[in-house]
């Protein structure tokens, strides 16, 4: 399409809203100036598509237009799940749902609207008094009995964005079929078929009542409280990056027995325009600026941080040289599922039956100890509403004692059904104690998996591609990887092609398995004949392509780590070369 038929086409959708009576006086004179503008980007960003409802829900940048998010495109999303829920638990006398939000701008204003078309089509909306963890929106679905749930909230992304999530009655995020009704329902909805004018009757006001047993409820994760006791004075610093954390992770520290938790007191502001970062995502150095500094001087032992929505921890240790260092997520969840397995078996906790999952993209190190140690793994996609289906599927039969993936979200039970930072950071606090109480930190920890299972490298790399330009050209990529499968990467034969889209996969000898899996999913991967992992899929929630590289190798003992990174860098430099990134 040429760009003037587009822009023209943009203008067109852009005058129905500034002629229509159903927007406000400011949304109009936010497309007026779009369309006044000399430059129109910004015109053809907000109008050249209607911001799509996927499985999960919705997410995009705030502002006014069909691609943007505001509270035209959250009712038309809420009507869209009310119609559905209707339709689905017709036979039920009173469908309930739970709302809750995070931080952002705009917020507490998505929130309450998606409360009132809810309870404008005679729907019961519990809703959370202010900010909550995402995973604390799960649990009180769970709690309540609910049919449904939606929490307001854009992560880890940069503050422009905001978002809506959809939960089903488990607590988890949608899934099919459930996910398709719901955006054929979504799709079928006009501005006009919008109810806004809720019923306060309908709308009950949650808090601290849910709090209490929520926290209760993590502090069930506890694999060995005697040992928090003999370390209770373990030094953590903690950070919510202004987000839903700041409750409730101190909170649940203190429950769980530790003394002396010191928090980054510019960071426990609530604040949507995060001040103090340049971006909210704790997987990023740049965000734990501040509690590196506080550790520092405080001589702490971990440093912790929460997203916005408090669903993802990012952490820091000191290595053998004193200095600090990141966990990345793999070495996250790794450690987790580590420490779980290692000491559920030393207590004598374990029955024979349990089971944990992981993703497709995660470290392959987690089956080795799995394997190891007899415990059942379970690979899956991206996200966590995959875990929950398996959760779902094995619930009465076996017993779920963890799962994650590399994105820094883990889940250490199935209170709630979608990745909980409260838990984790309650639970990395007592891995630390473990590791004090036998002389030792986290990072020996690290060490310690490494020279047992081998080591591993773990490196992903984001290709950003904004707007419609940048989303053909992300469709283009994956349409060429698909077309024209690698033979070779970096001079390691691939032995193994993996199509999560066509559910196969294809070794070296032309030899074609079918993958099972619930779903198709738009995912690549290669394995090589020295053991390495290259995955490659589009983000399903920003405008990104992501490569996930894993390379492993050896380590004989905890000072040969440097060797087996630096050998393992120069394999993922080759990696990039040979991918063209």
Request: hydrophobic fraction near 40%; charged fraction near 25%.
């Amino acid at each position: 399409m040429e760009n003037q038929e587009l822009i023209a086409q943009c203008a067109q959708v852009a005058q129905q809203w500034i002629d229509s009576p159903l927007y406000d006086k400011e949304t109009k004179a936010e497309v007026q100036a779009m369309l006044d503008a000399d430059d129109k980007t910004p015109l053809i960003d907000a109008f050249y598509q209607t911001l799509e409802f996927g499985t999960g829900g919705l997410r995009g940048i705030m502002g006014a237009g069909t691609n943007r998010m505001n509270i035209y495109v959250i009712g038309a999303a809420t009507q869209g799940l009310a119609n559905y829920l209707l339709k689905n638990f017709a036979d039920k006398e009173q469908i309930s749902v739970v709302v809750g939000h995070d931080c952002r701008n705009n917020s507490r204003l998505f929130a309450e609207t998606t409360a009132n078309v809810f309870t404008a089509n005679g729907i019961k909306v519990y809703l959370f008094e202010d900010l909550r963890p995402t995973p604390e929106v799960s649990f009180a679905i769970r709690h309540f009995g609910c049919q449904s749930g939606v929490n307001i909230t854009a992560s880890h992304n940069p503050r422009e964005y905001n978002g809506y999530k959809a939960y089903w009655e488990d607590g988890s995020q949608v899934l099919s079929p459930h996910d398709k009704g719901i955006i054929e329902e979504v799709n079928k909805v006009q501005l006009a078929d919008v109810k806004f004018e809720g019923r306060p009757e309908l709308i009950q006001i949650i808090g601290e009542e849910i709090d209490k047993l929520y926290l209760e409820g993590v502090q069930q994760l506890s694999i060995d409280p005697e040992v928090i006791q003999r370390q209770k004075d373990l030094s953590i610093v903690y950070t919510p990056i202004h987000g839903a954390g700041r409750i409730l992770i101190p909170a649940s520290l203190k429950k769980w027995g530790f003394e002396n938790v010191n928090c980054v007191p510019e960071q426990m502001i609530k604040d949507g325009n995060f001040p103090t970062v340049v971006s909210p995502n704790p997987e990023n150095a740049e965000a734990l600026t501040l509690s590196l500094e506080l550790a520092k001087k405080i001589d702490a032992d971990i440093v912790m941080a929460s997203d916005p929505d408090a669903d993802r921890v990012g952490m820091a240790c000191k290595n053998n040289e004193g200095e600090w260092v990141l966990i990345d997520g793999n070495q996250t969840c790794m450690i987790f599922l580590y420490y779980i397995i290692k000491n559920r078996i030393a207590l004598g906790k374990m029955k024979g039956d349990e089971y944990i999952v992981k993703t497709i993209v995660t470290t392959e190190l987690i089956k080795a100890i799995a394997d190891k140690n007899n415990v059942e793994m379970y690979d899956e996609y991206t996200g966590f509403k995959w875990i929950a289906r398996v959760i779902r599927m094995l619930e009465g039969k076996k017993t779920y004692i963890g799962g994650g993936e590399e994105s820094y979200g883990f889940m250490g039970q199935d209170i709630v059904r979608d990745k909980d930072a409260v838990s984790a950071c309650s639970l990395l606090a007592e891995i630390c104690a473990w590791a004090k109480d036998q002389g030792k930190t986290l990072y020996d920890v690290l060490m310690d998996i490494y020279v047992e299972y081998g080591f591993s490298l773990n490196h992903t790399i984001n290709v950003v591609r904004p707007g419609k330009s940048g989303a053909d050209e992300i469709k283009a990529m994956m349409s060429n990887f698909r077309n024209n499968p690698p033979k070779e990467i970096a001079g390691e034969k691939v032995v193994l092609t993996k199509d999560y889209e066509l559910l196969q996969a294809f070794d070296c000898d032309g030899k074609v398995t079918q993958l099972d899996m619930p779903a198709k999913s738009n995912v690549l991967q290669w394995f090589t004949a020295e053991g390495n992992k290259i995955s490659v899929r589009p983000s399903g929630t920003e405008p990104k392509i992501k490569f996930y590289f894993e390379v492993m190798g050896k380590m004989e003992c905890p000072k040969c780590h440097a060797a087996a990174k630096a050998a393992a860098m120069e394999k993922v430099e080759a990696i990039k070369k040979c991918l063209g990134l």
